[in-house]
């Protein structure tokens, strides 16, 4: 049995939404399902006790998900019960999540809350491959998202919660949103984790609706965790076709003084992936000097490795390079090294030149579009010039080879 655990909490919001990609399981209505007596749902319990084969374990629980809400108090019990053997407890957690009822799906996050559970990994996965047409059970998963503290746990839950918003994205969009402002102004987040699984999963119901695009920009202004404002870009980015409205928000990320580099990085990504639309608003801005000579080489990098708008970064930012030759204290030399790298524009001369000016830690960062702009770790007992750390430049230059 794979397991499901997951301990670096970065990597598990990362990866919180890869289950969308998987097939979708069929859902049974209560119209659908067939109604079962009790002695039935009895005859078929008893037999999951003495079962061993994997076929009849197959058969029986098909019949309980025919049996639909009148087998989920059943296989609680099953669940539960520490006399069953596990492969069996293992297929009713299954089942659990595959009816999707709010009563079946409490009872899996009871069990995966206890650490001394025998099957604790599998009701983690039961929760996570939620029947996604249980669009009741969003509820329970958004409070339950907001109060745990428990890692893997949350991963099962946002995992969840990504099956049902794909089903149904505007709805459940407009819900996500409207639940998290009611959690917030109720202060019941226990940590920053869950509000930006909350604002994820905005992102990845391809729902653009006013209302939630609005939600986004405020969290993105509002919230005191850079990864939840990180979070509420990419949402963004992903739901927002209104370049009108996104764009100058991520400009104003990008000149405000106190965000954070992570913020900023993420703002200057979406830039890029906008494209055309965020060209003029960039040069704009620069011109204005409302974003520093890092951060507008940063997005105008990102702009030039987008390739519907390469040539007309290329184009657009012509005459300013000449400008910054002539007047080389208008930039921040690391950035405009990296930005002549990233658009096929760097002469050997002229980056001599500019590094012989920076300080160790700028050659050191530079890395661009697979050039080799990192520093050669020095053991020399006599200092190196700076320039003579880049491996290129070495091989070409007379007073770094002697």
């Known amino acids: 049995m794979q397991t499901f655990r997951v301990k670096d909490v970065q990597v598990a919001i990362a990866l919180s939404f890869i289950l969308l990609l998987l097939p979708i399981t069929a859902f049974k209505s209560e119209a659908q399902s067939q109604r079962c007596d009790l ?12 079962s061993r084969s994997t076929a009849e374990l197959d058969r029986l629980f098909n019949s309980l998900l025919g049996c639909a809400s009148q087998a989920v108090a059943p296989l609680m019990d099953i669940l539960r019960n520490d006399d069953y053997a596990i492969a069996v407890r293992q297929r009713a957690a299954k089942a659990l999540g595959q009816m999707g009822s709010e009563k079946a799906v409490a009872a ?20 996570a491959d939620i029947n996604p047409q249980a669009q009741t059970i969003a509820a329970l998963l958004l409070r339950n998202i907001a109060s ?3 890692q893997t746990l949350l991963q ?4 969840g919660l990504g099956r049902i918003s794909a089903h149904n994205p505007e709805q459940f969009s407009s819900r996500v949103a409207q639940f998290y402002q009611s959690l917030d102004r109720q202060n019941q987040f226990s940590q920053n984790t869950a509000r930006s699984i909350f604002v994820s999963a905005l992102g990845q119901t391809d729902a653009s609706s006013q209302t939630v695009v609005s939600f986004l920009l405020t969290v993105l202004e509002q919230d005191t965790n850079e990864f939840v404002r990180a979070a509420a870009v990419d949402a963004l980015i992903q739901i927002s076709p209104d370049t009108q409205t ?23 990504a979406a830039l890029g992936k906008i494209g055309a639309d ?9 011109g204005q000097q409302e974003i520093n000579s890092y951060w507008w080489s940063v997005t105008l990098i990102h702009l030039y490795r987008n390739p519907s708008t390469q040539e007309q970064v290329r184009r657009r930012t012509s005459g300013w390079i000449s400008d910054l030759r002539e007047n080389r204290a208008k930039f921040n ?8 790298f990233a658009t096929d524009q760097a002469t050997e001369e002229e980056v001599i030149a500019i590094l012989e000016t920076q300080d160790g830690a700028c050659v050191m960062t530079l890395q661009s579009n697979g050039q080799q702009l990192l520093t050669v770790a020095s053991t020399a007992t006599q200092p190196i010039p700076i320039v003579c750390r880049l491996p290129w430049i070495s091989r070409v230059v007379g007073r770094c080879r002697s």
């Open 108 to 127: 899996l996050i009871r069990e995966a809350k206890n650490a001394d559970s025998a099957i604790q990994d599998s009701v983690l996965e039961a929760i």
């Open 156 to 159: 099962a839950l946002s995992h």
């Open 39 to 50: 002695s039935e749902i009895e005859q078929h319990t008893e037999q999951l006790e003495a």
């Open 278 to 286: 965020a060209i003029n608003p960039v040069i704009t801005a620069m």
């Open 246 to 268: 996104t764009v100058p928000q991520f400009i104003h990320i990008l000149g405000k003084r106190r965000e954070t580099a992570y913020v900023k990085s993420k703002a200057a």
């Open 148 to 150: 745990t503290d428990d």
């Open 333 to 340: 030399g690391c950035r405009f090294v990296e930005f002549l």
